[in-house]
């Protein structure tokens, strides 16, 4: 026992640097630590009205119903059913999202029946002609990314830590982005967008944080505005369900089909 | 049939009415088509207006482990008595439980990967008449079983009852010269279209790749015409024989990259023989900085009966242009070339849409036919250019 104490000790003044995280390390712990306590809601559902706002200020709206499966050790699973507009009524997305490997994607056309297999190397395309790009869509996952602690502050008066994180894939849109994550629920609260030439694309803001089961924060709205283009998109979300007993049969290309 | 099915559409209809969990969605369409030169055949008309309704009613109880579809259709046409037609193309129940499904009734299945033509799909009859490119099905009589397993699904078919192909009547455009006469049609089977056929397919995600094997035994989808007189007229007797057709497809999916491959062997008593489609889809994302992205699709066209072929399609490149604005309103756009390798002969189409508003979707569809050559087949379509113009309001 001694004997260890005596390692330990021994071993502070070896390595003293691990009492002084770098600032990549601390980044990686902040973005660890939210992602540990994030971990076991198993499987979600959600419905979502999608408010697209152009630069003179029209809107248009769609309705997207969505669940999605905890995969532990790779990226969830998801499935999005659009109810509006009409004509793309029925029209189901298919996603296995991977921390090392490009996503399996599949599109399901209710007019031919026809489930396509789609490319997933576009990443920053629009999803459904929105300010969100795929990859701000899909699951965060701790490897996609890099990350650099930059500082804590306060941020509309909640204490945020500020990190930069830089996306590994390199079909990503973007350089760089800064996130300011509250500290208490460790949930991002905004999230700046830098692009291929490293100017400010769009800034996201997460809007009335809900705890469910005691445990999971999800936001009621996300906004989004593209700075460059003068357009936003705004997320509501409504109707949360957890641990509905969903399993990997429920996001399969039969299921696909029979999305409704 | 049809009647009995129609009643118990409504009987589905008024029980549902009843329940919880009904869905509705639908389109009513107006469809104008302008030809550009007069008919090789006098007989047919000239530009033409059409309206079509497809409602949509689903059900769905247990859970969500029974369900009910229910999708007729109907075209009205102005000129050819042939378009002026009904279906029901689904009028099915499904149980569905963790590794298997069960599909009965009139329903409609896809199988394949490739663009440019549809080999290995076999178990619906094709809606000819609704449109020539062959993606329009009619509903087929089915008890469909899936099998759901870690390597991959099994579809076990039984198929009893079979659907004629449409063609257009004689005022239809486009259509063959000698127009298909559905009162001569004939059968192999002494059963004739009653003959119940047999089907099975296995199709797996492994990695990048979706791949499918299928087997069909049965009344050929694809029927032999063969001219004969008629009335005074020369026109085309179709003839369905029984025929054993085994198919496999395939996609790679890697990068920007789609690599595709359909191909089918048929063996019957009056024909054999092999065709396939194969190719690649390259699609460039984010067009010079904007959202658009522009695919770029080619495939090849193989018919072992090279140019004695029923299909204008036995030995032909297509180069195909997909542009997605990846807008509001969803605008995308579609150029299309096939061209023979043999001669000079080329259709070329184009196809694109753009949602206005909500509800509303507006779609052009040209298709221009340049034959210089022998190919028979497409000849005759020379006259029929084509300028189709739709407007769908969906619901």
């Known amino acids: 026992m001694k004997k260890i104490l005596l390692l330990a000790l021994l071993s502070l003044f070896i390595t003293p640097s691990a009492w002084a995280l770098s600032a990549e390390e601390k980044g990686l712990k902040i973005a660890q630590k939210a992602d540990e306590l994030d971990t076991g809601w198993g ?6 009205e999608m408010i697209l706002r152009n630069k003179q200020g029209k809107e248009s709206s769609r309705q997207i119903r969505g669940r999605s499966l905890e995969v532990i050790g790779d990226g969830d699973k998801s499935m999005s059913i659009f109810d509006t507009p009409a004509d793309v009524k029925g029209t189901a997305f298919l996603s296995f999202t991977h921390v090392n490997k490009p996503d399996d994607q599949w599109l399901y056309l209710p007019a031919l029946k026809r489930v396509k297999r789609i490319a997933s190397k576009n990443k920053s395309g629009p999803f459904m002609g929105s300010e969100f790009a795929f990859e701000d869509m899909s699951s ?3 490897d996609k990314y890099t990350y650099k602690w930059l500082r804590d502050e306060k941020l509309d008066g909640k204490d945020v830590y500020v990190i930069e994180r830089v996306p590994v894939d390199k079909h990503s849109g973007y350089t760089r982005q800064i996130v300011w994550g509250d500290k208490v629920i460790d949930h991002p609260v905004k999230v700046e967008f830098y692009d291929r030439k490293n100017s400010l694309l769009k800034t996201l803001v997460f809007i009335g944080y809900k705890q469910y089961l005691d445990k999971f924060w999800r936001p009621d709205q996300m906004h989004m505005v593209n700075h460059q283009n003068g357009k936003s998109t705004l ?3 409504s109707d949360y369900s957890f641990n509905n007993g969903l399993t ?5 290309r039969n299921s696909l089909k029979r999305a409704r | 049939m049809q009647k009995s099915f129609m009643s118990l559409a409504v009987l589905l209809m008024v029980f549902s009415s009843t329940a919880h969990a009904l869905s509705w969605r639908g389109n009513v369409t107006v469809q104008e088509r302008l030809f550009f030169k007069d008919p090789e055949d006098s007989r047919q008309h000239g530009n033409n207006l059409s309206v079509a309704a497809q409602p949509e009613m689903y059900h769905e109880w247990a859970d969500g482990k029974q369900n009910i579809s229910f999708i007729p259709f109907v075209r009205l046409d102005q000129g050819d008595d042939e378009r002026t037609h009904a279906d029901i193309r689904e009028l099915a129940w499904s149980y569905i439980a963790r590794d298997y499904e069960w599909t009965v009734g009139l329903s409609k299945v896809y199988w394949g990967v490739t663009e440019s033509q549809h080999l290995v799909d076999i178990i619906n009859q094709t809606d000819l008449i609704e449109d020539f490119d062959g993606e329009e099905k009619l509903g087929q009589p089915m008890a469909k079983l899936a099998l759901i397993r870690d390597w991959g699904t099994v579809d076990l078919f039984v198929l009893p009852g079979f659907r004629e192909r449409t063609f257009s009547g004689v005022k239809g455009r486009p259509r063959i010269i000698a127009r298909v006469e559905k009162d001569l049609t ?4 002494s059963q004739q279209d009653k003959h119940v056929d047999l089907a099975a397919r296995w199709s797996h995600a492994i990695g990048d790749m979706d791949i499918g094997l299928s087997w069909f035994h049965g009344t050929s989808r694809d029927p032999i015409l063969s001219p004969t007189q008629y009335n005074g007229e020369i026109v085309l007797q179709p003839f369905y024989q029984i025929i054993d057709q085994a198919g496999l497809d395939m996609q790679l999916t890697r990068g920007s990259w789609l690599w595709k491959l359909e191909a089918i062997s048929l063996n019957g008593n009056y024909e054999k023989y092999q065709r396939a489609t194969g190719g690649f889809e390259y699609t460039f ?6 959202a658009a992205d522009l695919g770029l699709v080619t495939e090849y066209l193989y018919d072992s009966r090279g140019e004695l072929a029923t299909t204008p399609f036995e030995d032909d490149i297509m180069l195909g242009f997909r ?10 756009a579609l150029l299309g070339v096939i061209k023979d390798t043999h001669d000079d002969s080329y259709l070329i189409s184009l196809e694109a849409s753009r949602r206005l508003g909500d509800s509303l979707k507006l779609s052009i569809q040209a298709s221009k036919f340049l034959v210089d050559g022998l190919d028979q087949s497409l000849k005759s379509f020379a006259k029929d250019d084509l300028l189709q113009l739709e407007l769908g309001y969906y619901f």
Request: hydrophobic content about 25%.
């Open chain 1, 248 to 252: 990997d049969r429920d996001f399969d």
């Open chain 2, 186 to 189: 004939s059968y192999e089977s």
């Open chain 2, 323 to 332: 542009l997605t604005l990846n807008d509001e309103q969803s605008t995308d």
């Open chain 1, 140 to 142: 965060q996952e701790v």
């Open chain 2, 285 to 290: 994302y984010g067009l010079a900085g904007s």
């Open chain 1, 235 to 237: 997320l509501k979300f």
């Open chain 1, 43 to 48: 499987d979600q559902m959600q419905t979502l």
